[in-house]
T-cell receptor
Framework: GAVVSQHPSWVICKSGTSVKIECRSLDFQATTMFWYRQFPKQSLMLMATSNEGSKATYEQGVEKDKFLINHASLTLSTLTVTSAHPEDSSFYICSARGDNTGELFFGEGSRLTVL | AQSVTQPDIHITVSEGASLELRCNYSYGATPYLFWYVQSPGQGLQLLLK??????LVQGIKGFEAEFKRSQSSFNLRKPSVHWSDAAEYFC??????????FGTGTSLTVIP
């Protein structure tokens, strides 16, 4: 199956700093990627849909100025958590569609800890 | 409202015993159906998927799932559980558009 890779897997940062997480589709082109956030022991919550060459579409309640998404190429989407605070600590997962059937391929996830 | 329900938050089974994880969905049409597994601190791995055709689908690691349209269910089964199957399991439904919905997950504990 298609491969989606995230980097970094783990990141610890100080409160007030910004952190960038990359999501790459390694063996296919993805015009659309998705960013999820997962709290401990909970399901995945869709944050935003990243569209190549255009602005991301954010879900209700997600601050677009805090969670900046850029999808500059067909194989790369980035999520930047700006001015991070401890409550932004979470597990962030990206995914991409491999074809027209609707299946999503997931990255390994990135755990962010804000001190 | 559209939803995906996994009624069991946590299940404990003995190694070697059979397993069934429940999933129900509420949509007007038959969506694409998926089961994913997540180990602690890891991303999601696809176990199996149903798009159309045979309602009993086989997946990886010995898992299977059966789509029952009349019950709007897509339950995951395994005849004999291994200790390495302990993980979080998510049922999901998707459409050809951008909608993709996850259930709340079922945590599986396997007792030696």
């Amino acid at each position: 199956g298609a491969v989606v890779s995230q980097h970094p897997s783990w990141v610890i940062c100080k409160s007030g700093t910004s952190v960038k997480i990359e999501c790459r589709s390694l063996d296919f082109q993805a015009t659309t990627m998705f960013w999820y956030r997962q709290f401990p022991k909970q399901s995945l919550m869709l944050m935003a849909t990243s569209n190549e060459g255009s602005k991301a579409t954010y879900e209700q309640g997600v601050e677009k100025d805090k969670f900046l998404i850029n999808h500059a190429s067909l194989t790369l989407s980035t999520l930047t958590v700006t001015s991070a605070h401890p409550e932004d600590s979470s597990f962030y997962i990206c995914s991409a569609r491999g074809d027209n059937t609707g299946e999503l391929f997931f990255g390994e996830g990135s755990r962010l800890t804000v001190l | 409202a559209q939803s995906v329900t996994q009624p069991d938050i946590h299940i404990t089974v003995s190694e070697g015993a059979s397993l069934e994880l429940r999933c129900n969905y509420s949509y007007g049409a038959t969506p694409y159906l998926f089961w994913y597994v997540q180990s602690p601190g890891q991303g999601l791995q696809l176990l199996l998927k149903y798009f159309s055709g045979d309602t009993l689908v086989q997946g990886i690691k010995g898992f299977e799932a059966e789509f029952k349209r009349s019950q709007s269910s897509f339950n995951l089964r395994k005849p004999s559980v291994h200790w390495s199957d302990a993980a979080e399991y998510f049922c999901a439904v998707g459409f050809t558009g951008n909608q993709f919905y996850f259930g709340t997950g079922t945590s599986l504990t396997v007792i030696p």
